[in-house]
């Protein structure tokens, strides 16, 4: 950024300060993010809600993105089933499809695709969405008009994701499990009526509840970096699109990072 | 001598090392229409975005009603607000919502109105600023410049706010419906009798709506004076902007 990481001595770049300037800005925009998302959490568990606005939030998050999750859902599992019997049929272990997969949907893939679908579809939006609201000030005209932004809109597209997240990963986890058992039937000749039995007798409440957890973390992520990075816009399109751009591969990142921390627990925890 | 509704002491503010604000003196009484003429990027709108406490000065005090303002939040700012009225310079208009919740957004929202009596007010506010109940259903993008700059004013004036800010009502618009905003905030500011500080550098704007006119330079109020002595003000800065010569104590922005 500056050329101050140029040393005196001859334009070669000190590589220490580097780091070091690099560390201290990243310690500062996590703060501001924390503060930041302490805010909206605050803002969006304490009363009055606008009801209104969550409504509105969770069809275009919830409802809209009904079709992206699925279509992924269903070539996700496809691929899963397709990898599994390849691998499973070099020792043997090819009638395990049914229960890898709907495993592997439930606890991991249902949940993470979805996250991150929703981190590129949602995520971005969000940030446009604000960021062309902040260099316009309409921003400025919602505090003139005496309406708290954190409760107008980052509360309502919070609860929203983190309401509608876990309902679509719910669908996600139906259509996975449908595409694994479409290649399975169709490409692979399993019986269908001993696919399903299979998968009905491995699925369990705990599997599901997992998946489920992870994507109220999921939409919380989805939602405060959009927020976040959109309110912080700069002026112009360059700005509104930086900021779309930022949000999303921010919260891509968050949530593979929350979902390798949120396994690491549940199995220590025993669910 | 009557108590100024607002007053802005000694406010400075600066941006890295970007010094916008250098110590604004300025203040205006209930009822009178201040303007402020300054070059682009000369900190109008930052002045007034201090006023409104949408940013906080670096030093000085800013006081509505004889109350210092400067730092309140919550409940004291929205009370503050709610006696305030503010035309943004690029109108600001919701564009998710349509023209009638746009002029009636703080009696739907901050005052909790039902909505058949909200939209009942705003067109009748909207009427004020000669636009038809048709368009009330309309989203802001689907309305002319002009249109979107007299909505703007509707939803600054439906509280029949003590204050009002005008940032740049007039720029980009043709000179005759520059002229017919002009007349409606001059009509609609006497109606309320409120107070408003209005920013322009469209001096035939000036002339029309100004009591009272003040000239912002280099982060201070260089000059104050009645709009009828704008042309003999005796300043050379303030003669130079008027006249618009880019020759000048003033050196053009370019
Ligand atoms: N939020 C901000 N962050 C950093 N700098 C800012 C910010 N807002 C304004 N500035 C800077 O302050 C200076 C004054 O800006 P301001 O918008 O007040 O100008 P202005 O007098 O209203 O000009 P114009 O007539 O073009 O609207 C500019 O140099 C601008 O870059
Ligand atoms: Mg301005």
């Given amino acids: 950024m500056s050329d101050a990481s140029t040393s005196k001595s001859g334009g070669i770049p000190n590589p220490l300060a580097w780091i070091g300037r690099a560390a201290l800005s990243l310690f500062a925009e996590v703060g501001r993010l924390g503060i ?14 606008n009801l209104a606005q969550l ?54 893939l249902g949940a993470t695709i979805t996250g991150l679908m ?15 609201m902040k260099v316009t000030e309409q921003i400025d005209a919602l505090k003139t008009l005496s309406a708290n932004p954190f409760r107008y809109l980052y509360a309502p597209r919070f609860l929203a994701a983190c309401l509608t997240l876990p309902m679509l990963v719910l669908v996600a986890d139906i259509i996975g499990v449908m595409g694994g058992w479409l290649v399975s039937v169709f490409a692979l000749d399993f019986d269908s009526t001993t696919y399903i039995r299979n998968t009905m007798d491995f699925l369990t409440m705990d599997d599901v509840l997992v998946g489920l957890i992870k994507a109220v973390v999921f939409g919380a992520v989805i939602a405060i970096m959009g927020c976040y990075q959109g ?22 990142v968050l949530v593979l990072a ?14 | 001598m009557t108590q100024p509704i607002l007053e802005l002491k000694d406010v400075k503010k600066s941006f890295g090392s970007n010094h916008v604000l250098r110590g604004v003196n300025i203040d205006v009484s209930p009822g009178q229409s201040l303007v402020i003429l300054g070059g682009s990027g000369s900190g109008k709108s930052v002045m007034l975005k201090n006023a409104l406490g949408l940013m906080t000065p670096d030093s000085g005090k800013i006081f509505f009603d004889g109350d210092d303002v400067t730092h309140e939040q919550g409940k004291e700012r929205e009370a503050m607000r709610a006696r305030m009225g503010m035309l943004f310079q ?49 989203y802001p993008a689907e309305l002319s410049g002009g249109m979107q700059k007299r909505v703007a004013l509707a939803r600054a004036i439906i509280t029949k706010p003590e204050l009002i ?42 002339r029309k709506i100004a009591d009272e006119i003040a000239m912002l330079f280099e982060g201070e109020i260089i000059w104050r004076g009645p709009a009828d002595i704008i042309d003999n003000s005796g300043n050379d800065y303030v003669d130079q902007f008027v006249h618009g010569r880019a020759e000048g104590p003033i050196q053009p922005a370019i």
């Avoid at chain 1, 929703?118 to 062309?132: F, K, M, N, S, Y």
Wanted: avoid cysteine; aromatic fraction near 8%.
């Fill in chain 1, 36 to 49: 930041y998302a302490g805010q909206v959490i605050g803002a969006a568990l304490t009363p009055p809600w």
């Fill in chain 1, 55 to 108: 409504w509105k939030q969770m069809i275009a998050i919830g409802f809209y993105s009904l079709p992206v999750v699925g279509l992924s859902a269903v070539f996700i599992g496809a691929a899963l089933a397709l990898n599994i019997y390849t691998g499973g049929n070099r020792f043997g272990a090819e009638q395990f499809v049914p229960n890898i997969v709907v495993l592997g949907i439930t606890r991991e």
């Fill in chain 1, 118 to 132: 929703l981190a590129g579809r949602v995520t971005a939006g969000i940030a446009a969405e604000i960021g062309a």
């Fill in chain 1, 231 to 252: 309110s912080k816009s700069k002026a112009g399109a360059t700005g509104v699109g930086r900021a779309a751009t930022l949000s999303m591969v921010g919260a891509a």
């Fill in chain 1, 258 to 271: 929350a979902n390798y921390m949120m396994s690491t627990l549940f199995v220590n925890i025993g669910l």
């Fill in chain 2, 90 to 138: 690029s109108g600001a208009l919701f564009d998710s919502l349509p023209v009638w919740e746009n002029v009636a957004f703080r009696l739907l929202n901050a005052e909790k109105m039902k909505r058949a009596e909200a939209k009942e007010r705003a067109i009748d506010t909207l009427k004020k600023v000669r636009l038809g109940a048709s368009i009330a259903d309309l």
């Fill in chain 2, 165 to 206: 800010f005008f940032d740049e009502p007039t720029t980009g618009l043709d000179p005759i419906t520059a002229d017919a905003i002009n007349d409606l905030i001059i009509e609609q500011v006497k109606a309320l009798g409120a107070a408003s500080i209005s920013i322009t550098h469209d001096m035939a704007s000036a």
